[in-house]
């Protein structure tokens, strides 16, 4: 009762989503500041083993439910076991991912238990917090850290008086971290017919296809990103050619992507994908909050601009007045030459 | 195939995707007045795919459900513009700031006031938001099945549907059975534009208006007083700003630049 639970998302080829390990690892810190255990949730096929792959974050209690129904996910059985388990269990915490699946899981858990579920955090914090109508004072509440309203404020979100305290934290925003590679938890295996019934298994998956990345730029440690003002998808290709030289990868704003000059899929910002490159490179962009959002925790950031007072040259390490079109060729033939 | 009775979810929403300066008040807060209030656009992907599952099953009706103040009844009537048939606006201060969960309820109380409907449909989320929470929560309200991030209705058969949705890094097909909640995703396909002859017919419909009490709904967990989430504080965005330093697009400028990153390590 009362400890902290993960909901971990298990992936094609019986992996761990890296979302889920880096909230092992949030998970981890909050459980010693509360002073209480963490335990994770493994749902699928095939999980033999699984537990090693966990308790090195901390995990001093893995769960799991293992049957051939049970991957891919749909929702009623993962929601049917969740539920039950946090019924049995009583957690005052629980993460998932905002991934689609955790997007689809945590709502109809928290409809199911009526407690309160937060998305997309952006951080998450051990506070008090003061009901001003009644005065009452809750010690040691979770803070749902959150941009709101398109990215324009940020909210702190609590839920005073029902548990768990749910909240979904999208891929990238925190950081993972092995806390021990010796770490010994307890594995519990459990018997899934008791958790689901016949009528859960009524929406079926009949085909699947899922692509590898085209892309690293969760991993890759210089991203050369671009905005609206790179002008059209040609203005990119000279990204493409930097990014290449510097074995780094391509970026983009969401007006960027909106404009066609690139895809979708390398959208970065607060509904697309969270970045913390050793180096990032910011191409005409004007640095949008939603955008900064998701690139603010980059080692060093070079924004290369021509409007000397844009947004994102106040969170740059180097600043480079000038036409994106000069810049960048002299950029590609300049490393070109100190490099020889 | 017999006839279906179609649901709706809509929001209206301030259109946050093009925030002008004079959108934030100087203390922090939002100044509403200054966002035009649009339809959700994932919401009007919704209505599409509810407009296309009346055309394959003739006789069907598509009913239009929205929550908000006096003038959200805007969404129903847009809704009935471009081929809904009629909608219900939840209006009620007794809704007033509801969080997800409360919102779900509300609409629940209403899907179920309304009938029983064998699909519903709604945006994969709002864009004041972003929260893509209240299609599931409405799902398990009502003990229906829910399919998220739909992006096109492959095919609908007596008493069961197929449909592809988008899953992370692809795709995949999946069967559901009838009565069914979706969520639909801003990739699937865009709504069709107002019908001029249904603009004229209906301009001037009046909108039925529910209060808490035409739900049938208890006022204890509506608004407010049924979220179980509060909002502790809001804060304005602010960064911490840097020292920089800047240089020019000169040969000169951009050649020691790269020198330095070199040195340093950052590339190389």
Redesign the interface.
Known sequence: MDNIFVYCEITEGRNVAPVSLELLTKGRSLADRLGCALEAVAIGSGLEGIEADLYPYGVDRVHVFDDAALFPYTTAPHAAIITKLFTEEKPQIALMGATVIGRDLGPRVSSSLHSGLTADCTSLEIGEYEDKKSGKVYENLLYQIRPAFGGNIIATIVNPDNRPQMATVREGVMKREIRDAAYKGELVRHDVSKYIAPEDLLVRVIERHVEKPSHHLDTANIIVAGGYGMGSREGFDKLFELAKLLHGEVGATRAAVDAGFCDHDRQIGQTGLTVRPKLYIACGISGQIQHIAGMKESGIIISVNSDPDAPINSIADYVVTGRVEDVIPKLIAHYKNLTK | MKSLKIAVLAKQV?D??N?GKD??NED???NRAALPAIFNPEDMNALEQALRLKDMCPGSTVTVFTMGPERAKEIVLEGMFRGADTGYLLTDRLFAGA???AT?YALSSALRKAGSFDIIVGGRQA???????????V???LGL?????VEEILALEEGKI?LRR????????????LPVLLTVNGTAAACRPRNAKLVMARKKAEVTAWSVADVDADPAQCGLSG???????????S????E??????S?E???S???E??TNH???
């Open positions: 301030p946050t995707r925030v959108a934030m922090g807060t939002i969080d997800t969960l779900s864009i004041d938001g972003d929260t893509a929470q209240v299609g599931p929560q799902a398990q309200k099945p829910q399919v998220t991030y197929t988008a899953i992370t890094g692809g795709v995949e097909t999946v069967e559901a059975p979220s179980p989430t509060k909002v502790k504080k809001v804060d304005s965005i960064f911490q700003a840097k920089s330093k800047r240089c020019t697009s040969d400028d951009i050649r630049l790269v020198e990153l070199i950052t590339i190389g």
